[in-house]
């Protein structure tokens, strides 16, 4: 028995960088649902102004919170509107591969 103290403690910091990595990626695959909302409100928001006859790209910038201010792009084509947005992640490189894109069309007037 005396030779098993710490042995614990020895497993534990074994296992302590599999625990990190698994808490990094359950974080990073909430916040990419996330933004996944966000990107499908902010495209919404950008329709339903279109349909309106208001600016849909400011009211598609309007729908994303200010963190995500510099990390969305909007684009109008038409009647649709298309919104990139990067969810947040500690790795710049890994949000970019990551991105959102998500759209909403309006219909034109009979």
């Known amino acids: 028995m005396?030779?098993?103290?710490?042995?614990?403690?020895?497993?534990?910091?074994?296992?302590?960088?599999?625990?990190?990595?698994a808490a990094l990626v359950a974080l990073q695959l909430l916040a990419v649902g996330y933004?996944?909302?966000?990107?499908?409100?902010?495209?919404?928001?950008g329709a339903l102004a279109l349909a309106s006859g208001g600016s849909a790209a400011e009211a598609?910038?309007?729908?994303?919170?200010?963190?995500?201010?510099?990390?969305?792009?909007?684009?109008?084509?038409?009647?649709?509107?298309?919104v990139r947005l990067l969810p947040p992640s500690p790795l710049r490189p890994l949000a970019d591969r990551l991105a959102i894109t998500s759209g909403a069309s309006v219909r034109p007037a009979p």
């Open 2 to 21: 005396a030779d098993a103290r710490g042995q614990a403690t020895v497993e534990l910091l074994a296992a302590l960088p599999a625990l990190l990595l």
């Open 35 to 45: 933004a996944v909302t966000l990107a499908d409100g902010a495209a919404e928001a």
């Open 60 to 82: 598609a910038r309007g729908a994303v919170p200010g963190w995500a201010e510099d990390d969305v792009s909007i684009s109008v084509k038409g009647g649709r509107v298309t």
